[in-house]
């Protein structure tokens, strides 16, 4: 994995130092090399911070065509890249390098943009095309890999990370309507902030000097249900599961360097460690995350994991003194806030991974994406698909839902009455439970904003504008209420959070590639096509891979439910330095330049969390807010916020 930064200027020739201010500001994504390219006319550019994984020595960019006419900046890795090479060179393509990035570069001479269909990985790409005066700005299909762009000053820019937009001179400010949003029900394009836009998962962005455009190239795709199901067999169904994913396993072993694995006590990681234990030349390095809190650890079921396929088992301990050192680091590198520490855990496993002389891991992210794994997606099972059940049966259910998840909270489940908007409803037929959640996590969040900035945006349908940037009509109508929730977290939460605070941006807040055999296209588009049923079965989330994997975990992991990765809330530990850390900066004057916080409400709710009579459920709760302000804090002023 690497940075990349792109501009392509309407008017002025393009300052070098621009360029050396954004490729430093990137440096952590790429320490082994920091690269720019520059157009004759000096109004395109392409910069480059490479970390070096596949092709150690000839693979630095940008990269440019036989005849120099096209170049390339690349971040992330193409699989199979080998058959690929084989098949353009035998059309009579020369490669420059050795490395997998050079493949794109040729497909775009052979297709154009249409190379995207081509490539299978992890990866955002900034390709500039001389002959037809064109930069293609490509995003893998899920949005593993962040790529931001912004109009500034007559210029087109382009980057990793917002952070080196703004080292490149793009304003840093606040988005007004997506702080009110609550930063992650937004549609694929938006961002916090103002005038800073994603390239959608699954997009392109075509720009000229005198248009840009985004276009799709690839979607998820659910059947609706009154489409006849394939003529198979559970059993057929899991087989054939088993052989897709196994693959993305293995294709993500390729390295030049040594390749570990991230291992939780969930299903999701060990599968991973399973199936890469079957492929990996000797032990596979193994690191687990510890915390101090037993209802948190998940230490004794990953060690039992390792010892089972001979992985060789690192736990990295975490306490809530660490959280609180590196929380400030962690949400700047992140540029989204934070719901729960879980975050800066992830990027202090990070820094011991790189410190242990590891590049590359592979990890579980994106399972419950695709596999309906978390307790909202059973809740909308519970609620919308149990034709013949008993609906004392069905309450009852739900009770030991909500019961069995209670460190989640607030976060996974719906707490309280929250405004959805009447769009939703009326659209989709019912209200997904996740969104009910963040409808509520949202409004708890405002209660601790000011009214001037709150009034503007009151009444806004938040999931109504969500909604009205999708293809509802193709993609959501006719299909069943888990497929429409999990289209909907795709679009969402997969890729603002999960595979960013989760996934790449805390891996390269410490020049560590993440790779995620989940979010392998192939292993996702057979699963569309795979019957609800399989994926919840009963009360059991991930049933279809809970039977294809037995073989490689442990009884104790294939018969556990899910436990979300979470670290010990600060509210629940009063004594300890992160809850000091919360209380200490939201009570204190930097608190005070976020424009959208009101510091007299944010006290208010510090004094009722505090208070020795509150119950632990609404704490922990409160904690998910209370994070997030503080998340704003540390990102106004490290991000260098304009006020």
């Excluded at 035998?90 to 154009?112: M, P, V």
């Excluded at 003529?231 to 196994?246: H, N, Q």
């Amino acid at each position: 994995m690497c940075g990349v930064t792109a501009v392509l200027s309407r008017r002025s020739p393009i300052d070098p130092a621009t360029m050396k201010a954004g490729i430093a500001s990137l440096h952590h994504r790429g320490p082994d090399g920091h690269a720019f390219w520059m157009s004759a006319d000096a109004r395109a550019a392409l910069g480059h911070t490479r970390l070096s994984i596949i092709d150690l020595v000839t693979g630095d960019q940008p990269i440019s065509n036989e005849d120099g006419t096209i170049h390339i900046v690349v971040n992330g890795e193409f699989y199979d890249f080998e058959r690929t090479r084989s098949r353009l060179e035998a059309r009579g393509h020369r490669f420059r390098t050795k490395s997998d990035s050079e493949i794109a570069l040729h497909l775009y001479e052979d297709y154009g943009p249409e190379c995207l269909h081509h490539l299978r990985g992890e990866y955002a790409f900034v390709i500039w095309d001389e002959r037809n005066q064109r930069l293609i700005a490509g995003r893998d299909r899920f949005g593993v890999k962040p790529l931001f762009y912004a109009e500034h000053s007559g210029a087109l820019y382009l980057a990793s990370e917002a952070k080196a937009l703004f080292a490149m001179g793009v304003p840093a400010r606040w988005s007004t309507e997506a702080v009110y949003a609550g930063g992650f029900v937004l549609p694929g394009e938006r961002t916090l902030f103002a005038g800073v836009y994603a390239v959608p998962p699954g997009h392109y962005l075509r720009a000229t000097r005198e248009s840009r455009r985004i276009h799709q190239y690839w979607d998820v795709d659910y059947p609706r249900d009154d489409e006849a199901p394939a003529p198979r067999s559970d059993a057929e169904y899991i087989e054939g599961f088993r052989a897709v994913l196994e693959d993305a396993v293995k294709t993500r072993l390729r390295a030049d360097v040594p390749v570990g694995c991230y291992l939780s006590g969930g299903i999701d990681s060990c599968t991973v460690l399973g199936l890469a234990a079957l492929h990996h030349d000797g032990a596979v390095r193994a690191y687990t995350l510890t915390f101090d809190h037993q209802q948190y650890d998940e230490s004794v079921i990953a060690e039992e994991m390792a010892r089972h396929v001979g992985a060789e088992y690192q736990p990295i301990p975490m306490t809530q003194a660490d959280l609180a050192a590196n929380f400030r680091a962690a949400v700047v590198q992140s540029e989204i806030p934070f719901i729960n520490g879980h975050t800066v855990a992830k990027f202090m496993l990070s820094r011991a991974v790189r410190e242990s002389g590891y590049k590359v891991v592979i990890t579980g992210e994106g399972s419950d994406e695709i596999l309906a794994g978390y307790p909202h997606f059973r809740r909308d099972m519970l609620l919308h698909h149990t034709v013949g059940q008993e609906p004392a049966e069905t309450e009852r259910l739900l009770e030991q839902l909500v019961e069995s998840n209670q460190v989640s909270r607030g976060l996974l489940l719906p707490e309280g009455d929250a405004d959805t908007g009447a769009l939703c409803t009326t659209l989709l037929g019912s209200v997904p439970s996740w969104l009910e959640a963040m409808a509520g996590t949202a409004s708890r969040t405002r209660s601790l904003m000011r009214d001037d900035f709150l009034e503007p945006n009151r009444g806004s349908d938040v999931i109504g504008t969500l909604l009205s940037s999708l293809d509802v009509e193709r993609r959501l109508k006719g299909r069943n209420a888990v497929h429409q929730a999990l289209y909907l977290w795709a679009k969402t939460i997969l890729p603002h959070y999960i595979l960013s605070n989760l996934g790449d941006r805390m891996e390269m807040g410490h020049s560590i590639e993440g790779r995620v055999p989940f979010m392998d296209h192939h292993v996702a588009e057979y699963l569309h096509n795979v019957p609800v049923s399989l994926k919840i079965r009963g009360m059991t989330e991930k049933y279809i891979l809970r039977e294809s994997v037995k073989d490689v975990i442990t009884k104790t992991v294939y018969e556990r439910q899910k436990h979300p990765f979470l670290s010990p809330p600060a509210t629940l530990n009063p004594d300890q330095p992160l809850h000091a850390l919360m209380q200490d900066t939201l009570r204190s004057s930097a608190a005070t330049d976020v424009p959208f916080l009101d510091q007299q409400k944010v006290i208010a709710a510090l004094d009722g969390t505090n208070a020795p009579d509150t119950d632990a459920g609404y704490k922990t709760v409160m904690d998910q807010v209370l994070t997030l302000a503080l998340s704003f804090v540390f990102m106004h002023e490290g991000l260098g916020m304009e006020t």
